[in-house]
């Protein structure tokens, strides 16, 4: 049955607060050493994954305006707050982290500034790539099997979401100085 866009109260939006809700424990239970965690690695898991969970639940009831906040929210709080956790353990590099962020943060401004104009800016396919690279880069550093022995894998992984951060912000700015232009074509 299809979900009214403006309802708050939905099953995907259930998944999503929760998704936000837990992110404080995940951040908890990442190990002060960097040879990975078990628990850690099944909770970050879980949380992942129930990303693609409210994501199908979203796109078979109906998207709602809240949901299309949410989730984007929930995935920025649970990677950024994973990364920066990972930071301050010495697991993973300050750098390749801030220049996420940056770009995080320089696009939610963007999409708020734009929102107000009453364009709204879906996440691009290579955003979305950009997210599944930053899962799997803090995924594999928490799992025991690759946390130690295969570093390497783990921080190309993290290098390459970068990279995707890198473009899909520019894809982004991109965007904005088309829509800028279509917007002012428009203007009376």
Known sequence: MPVDPNALATWANLITVSR???SPVMFLVIPDSNEGS???FGLWFVL???DGIDGYLARRHG???SGAFLDPLAD???VLGAMFTLVTKDVFWILPVAIIAGREF???VYRTFVASKGVSIPASQLAKWKTLFQQLAVGFALWPWFAVDYKWWWVTLLWIA???AIVSGAQYLWYSRITEKALAQTAP
């Open 106 to 108: 320089i696009i939610s």
């Open 76 to 78: 920025k709080v649970l």
């Open 162 to 164: 970068v990279g995707l």
């Open 20 to 22: 936000i809700a837990l």
């Open 63 to 65: 998207t709602t305006s």
């Open 38 to 40: 078990w628990l850690a």
């Open 48 to 50: 992942c994954a129930s």
